[in-house]
């Protein structure tokens, strides 16, 4: 059984830095596409980061340049660096976890973590 834990979330300034991170069992995350997706209150769920398995990154225009996703094959565990963060990042964040090994979209997650809140303040 897949499991997908979170940690990192909390409360930040506007313009400060986060790091999340995702703890993965059940699935080893060097053979996956994994990714992270995000959901502020009254809006859709958006991908805002993922990776593929050969270590290819795309971001969303809203955090290119400031977001970076990576991966510790060691420890199994996918990381979301958050840097000069704005309050529009405010949202719960969730790690995922794709069927494929290329790419990760809505219609190929899997698996989801449980979500970690991350409050940017101004």
């Known amino acids: 059984q897949v499991q997908l834990v979170e940690s990192g979330g909390g409360l930040v300034q506007a313009g400060g830095s986060l790091r999340l991170s995702c703890a993965a069992s059940?699935?080893?995350?060097?053979?996956?596409?994994m990714g992270w997706y995000r959901q502020a209150p009254g809006k859709q769920r958006e991908l805002v980061a993922g990776i593929t398995s050969g270590g290819t990154t795309n971001y969303a225009d809203s955090v290119k340049g400031r977001f970076t996703i990576s991966r510790d094959n060691a420890k199994n565990t996918v990381y979301l660096q958050m840097q000069n963060v704005k309050t529009e990042d405010t949202a719960v964040y969730y790690c995922a976890a794709s069927r494929s090994s290329y790419y990760i979209n809505t219609g190929s997650t899997s698996d989801w973590g449980q979500g970690t809140q991350v409050t940017v303040s101004s």
């Open positions: 059940g699935i080893i995350v060097s053979n996956n596409a």
